[in-house]
């Protein structure tokens, strides 16, 4: 039959464990409209289909496909589909160690933001934290949002650019090494270290030309390599080398080696 479809309300969410998320929230909404309400955490808004309307402090603001929008807290907002089809969007709730308060003013006047590197890097946040195991990438690609995210709010006042620091990146990389199977979340890092978390990235990723959870990564499947090489089968080399189950290394594995775990092994013993 004719007519409107459906109401749909498909949404999915979790907390990571990933200092300053408060959530991770996925929706797709057909005709939901959100009544004027509050947040205590800062909203992160992307809209991947079709696009939501909303009102802010008693102004009319919009999503379209290439804006990133940052709702602050304690400020009443609604929403509702501004196409016929719904939306569909990814949000992260952040706390204020990654916000301060003091940007609240400016994100009420400038909520959307027009940032294709911001957009790309928010959508690779939410790619990591998809899957467990990748809370030091997630961490990372984080740290550096929120630094973009301030030079738009306070131009002028963020990082101008990344200075080379060959002693921190030194520091960094012999602290993964020292946790290759442990692990080590950024936060603690750059206390260890010490130094701000969006510097340590930097450093590291200027000194070395890979970012640390890369490094951290690559580190780990060298000694799944030998591990498989020496007969081990992938669910005991998965645990033994720091990944969070067998299909951490798998996607991890393939990525770098360009085949699984399990034909990684059984080459070698035909060898």
């Given amino acids: 039959m004719g007519g409107r479809p459906k109401d749909q309300r498909n949404v999915s969410a979790w907390r990571p464990r990933v200092p300053g998320v408060v959530e ?20 992160l808004l992307i809209v991947d289909d079709g696009a939501v309307r909303y009102d802010l402090d008693r102004h009319e603001h919009g999503t379209p496909h290439d804006t990133v929008s940052l709702l602050p807290p304690h400020v009443p907002h609604n929403g509702s589909p501004a196409t016929p089809d719904g939306f569909r969007k990814r949000v992260l709730y952040l706390d204020a160690s990654r916000l301060g308060d003091e940007l609240i003013g400016p994100a009420v006047d400038a909520p959307d933001l027009r940032d294709p590197v911001l957009r790309r890097r928010v959508g690779q946040l939410h790619a990591a934290l998809a899957l467990p195991g990748d809370e030091l990438e997630a961490e990372s690609r984080l740290t550096l949002i929120g630094d973009r995210l301030r030079d738009h709010l306070r131009p002028g006042t963020g990082a101008a650019g990344a200075r080379r620091d060959p002693v921190l990146a030194r520091r960094l990389r012999e602290l993964l090494d020292e946790r290759v199977v442990a692990g080590i979340g950024l936060t603690e890092a750059a206390a260890l270290v010490p130094a ?21 990564m690559s580190r780990r499947v060298d000694r799944a390599r030998r591990l498989l090489l020496a007969g081990r089968a992938p669910a005991d080399v998965a645990g033994a080398t720091g990944f969070y189950d067998q299909a951490h290394l798998t996607r991890h594995f393939k990525r770098l080696v360009g085949v699984t775990p399990g034909r990684y092994r059984a080459g070698g013993a035909r060898t």
């Fill in 24 to 43: 991770v929230f996925h929706a797709h909404y057909t005709e939901y409209a959100y009544p004027m309400h509050v947040h205590d955490a800062w909203t």
């Fill in 196 to 216: 701000h978390p969006a510097h340590l990235v930097r450093a590291f990723s200027g000194a070395y030309g890979i970012a640390p959870h890369q490094y951290l």
